[in-house]
């Protein structure tokens, strides 16, 4: 494989290098954990104690790697409108027994958000 190509897998959103690097990154677990609903970035840095920018530069982590997209746009308290995010899955596991490493990925169904929204109204 040439460095071209270990650099094009590694940017591909499924493949367990793209997941790990997004994960591995400091409090992106704690970040998935909390978008269980939409939720700002300034809610999820106040919320997580997390500098703002390490948040954003998280967010965008997990966005890339198609484990967090962005909602729409809410208003904030400073009147604002501002971007919120929700996590795409409610499960991911990583297989490294065999040769290559395997990805199974519980997607978040629509019902499944619709449920959660209607929940917390």
Known sequence: M???DAEQQIETPDTPEALLGA???KYSAEILASTQTPTSAQSLSD??????ATCYRRI???TEAGLLRCEGRQLSEE???TNVYRRTLDRLTL???GGEPTIDREERSE???????????
């Open 2 to 4: 040439t460095e071209e």
């Open 23 to 25: 994960l591995g990154g």
């Open 47 to 52: 919320a997580l104690e997390i500098p703002i």
């Open 60 to 62: 965008e982590d997990l």
């Open 79 to 81: 009147g604002r409108r």
């Open 95 to 97: 297989d490294f027994t």
């Open 111 to 121: 019902a499944k958000i619709r449920l959660q929204d209607q929940r917390d109204e």
